[in-house]
């Protein structure tokens, strides 16, 4: 599905550094999730928008910010990286206006090592 | 908030057999409940949900079952095929929350053939 995108794939990174994970869609979809995955703790919620100036905390937002620069762009930014914060990150879109308006289409996953 | 368990985190399964993944789920309010498979290094796609006010709902091979008393939900799976092998993830929602999805830790499907 490449109607969802995420850039980089993979990234490697050391303590202390900004990292930014962007995600682009042309689904016209106006909601955007940012989740991360780890092993045995499902997907959790770190940000999400509703639309360009929407913005809300999920479960997980401390260490994370995010911006909304089109509806088509939502960008995380991990200000200062820690180990822990080594994860798989995905972005995913849902639309209110569509017929299924409660499925969400994830991007393809960036996998963030902090070393 | 609400909080989904799901059990078994690991599950391992004869070809033709069938396999049932169990959630629970804490928010009496939510009202939607998908489940979403995800094969090795992709991403995770919806493969069936159910709302409230349906018990059970079935797609060829996949079924869900919803016991709101109990606030438990199930994904069946019959006829089990090597190309089921994955991560399943139920998640719970509902409507004012606007599509946010609280997912289970995940089930990993092996299908042995």
């Known amino acids: 599905d490449a109607d969802v995108t995420q850039t980089p794939r993979n990234r490697i990174t050391k303590t202390g550094k900004r990292i930014m994970l962007e995600c682009s869609q042309t689904k016209g979809h106006d909601r955007m999730y940012w989740y991360r995955q780890d092993p045995g703790l499902g997907l959790r919620l770190i940000y999400y928008?509703?639309?360009?100036?929407?913005?809300n905390k999920g479960e997980i937002s401390d260490g994370y910010s995010v911006s909304r620069q089109a509806q088509a762009k939502f960008s995380l930014s991990l200000e200062s990286a820690i180990p822990n914060q080594t994860a798989l990150y995905f972005c995913a879109t849902s639309d209110l206006g569509t017929p299924r308006a409660n499925e969400q289409f994830f991007g393809p996953g960036t996998r963030l090592t902090v070393l | 908030g609400e909080n989904v368990e799901q059990h078994p985190s690991t599950l391992s399964v004869q070809e033709g057999d069938s396999a049932v993944i169990k959630c629970t789920y804490s928010?009496?309010?939510?009202?939607?409940f998908p489940w979403y498979k995800q094969e090795l290094g992709k991403r995770p796609q919806l493969i069936i949900d159910?709302?409230?006010?349906?018990g059970e709902k079935k797609d060829q091979r996949i079924a869900v079952t919803l016991n709101k008393t109990a606030k438990h939900f199930s994904l069946h799976i019959t006829e089990t095929q090597p190309e089921d092998s994955a991560v399943y993830f139920c998640?719970?929602?509902?409507?004012?929350?606007?599509?946010?999805?609280?997912f289970g830790g995940g089930t990993r499907l092996m299908v042995k053939p």
């Open positions: 928008s509703f639309d360009v100036k929407d913005i």
């Open positions: 928010d009496s309010a939510s009202n939607y």
């Open positions: 159910i709302r409230s006010n349906v």
């Open positions: 998640a719970a929602s509902r409507n004012n929350a606007g599509n946010m999805l609280t």
